[in-house]
């Protein structure tokens, strides 16, 4: 046994390599992992429904915990959440934000359809109560679509993952917290829309000057003040509602889906299959305002909205 106290665990490994027949073997059973996680996933969502109701019954009819419920489990978000909230998204959220729902709303009741698309419904104050937007509601709808892509070699690529698109907040004057980075993203979308080129449209131009503007002033603010440190997506949390991920279409990521069965199938038969790849997202690359999107969207689906109760009483359950 190796004594030697500066390896790294990279330096103490010997032995061979897996063969590729191994490596092959180990990829199908994460494919298969993957897919139990899924059907998982569909279950629990249907079982869950009726405690979710009877969860939003219970904080509706009862004003004094209503009042400020979500904004108590936000204030305890996890870190995979709170990391994205900066001070003045926590002024506007801990001001205005009154309700949050979020759904699965690709799923049916019999359990049809995919449960890993998100609907996020936020529902804030609105008039003199809020300084900030105009909005009664903001509604981010997510869904997961995958893409495959045969490449000029042969080579097949796959890509899947949550997809959206941006939706506009009506903000106050002077009161824009993603300071026009959020208008650039819908502008750019409501323009794709006419069947233009995006790479020939104005308001693409326009939006990556302001990525570029706000990032070299993020990165100087940081310099500045070291105790409040910026989020990982380099903008306001309200930008997440400018999120877009990829350009998949439902019919598209079928076609895809229906692919990657039948491959599987073949698979779970001992029949040899095509190797696929995974296909770097870089079609937004430049203009993707809220990187993160997806991350933050699932964990508020997985992690915030499931645990909301333990989250609000939190702070009371720690007293005692």
């Not at 529902?123 to 937007?133: A, I, L, S």
């Not at 993020?218 to 400018?242: K, V």
């Not at 508020?300 to 909301?308: G, K, S």
């Not at 989250?311 to 007293?319: E, G, H, I, M, R």
Request: charged content about 35%; some cysteine; overall charge negative.
């Amino acid at each position: 046994m190796s004594t030697d106290f500066g390896a790294s665990l990279l330096d103490r490994l010997q032995g061979s390599e897996p063969t590729e027949a191994q490596l092959k073997k180990m990829s199908f059973l994460e494919e298969k992992r993957s897919r139990i996680d899924v059907d998982c996933l569909r279950d629990n969502t249907l079982k869950m429904r009726d405690w979710y109701n009877e969860r939003d019954a219970f904080v509706n009819g009862n004003d004094e915990i209503k009042e400020n419920f979500w904004v108590r489990v936000f204030a305890n978000a996890p870190s995979e959440i709170d990391q994205y909230i900066m001070t003045p998204d926590a002024a506007a959220l801990g001001s205005t934000l009154k309700n949050l729902k979020v759904d699965r709303f690709e799923l049916n009741e019999q359990g049809k359809g995919e449960p890993r698309s998100i609907r996020l419904t936020f529902e804030f104050r609105t008039g003199e109560e809020n300084p900030f937007f105009e909005n009664e509601k903001l509604v981010k709808e997510l869904y997961w679509r995958r893409r495959s892509v045969k490449t000029a070699d042969g080579k097949t690529k796959s890509w899947e993952g949550l997809v959206s698109e941006p939706v506009r907040i009506q903000w106050k004057k002077d009161m824009d917290l993603t300071k026009g980075l959020l208008d650039a993203a819908c502008d750019l979308a409501e323009a794709e829309k006419g069947g233009k080129d995006r790479k020939k449209l104005p308001e693409l131009e326009k939006l990556k000057n302001k990525i570029v503007e706000l990032e070299t002033t993020a990165d100087q603010e940081e310099d500045e003040d070291e105790d409040f440190p910026l989020s990982p997506a380099g903008a306001s949390f309200f930008a997440f509602f400018g999120y877009r991920g990829n350009d998949v279409s439902a019919e598209e990521s079928k076609a895809a889906t229906q692919q990657a069965d039948e491959r599987f199938a073949k698979l779970s038969k001992g029949e040899t299959v095509e190797d696929e790849e995974e296909e770097e997202d870089e079609e937004f690359e430049d203009i993707e305002v809220f990187p993160d999107g997806e991350q933050l969207a699932i964990a508020i689906a997985d992690d915030l909205w499931p645990h909301a109760l333990e989250l609000f009483s939190k702070l009371f359950t720690s007293n005692l």
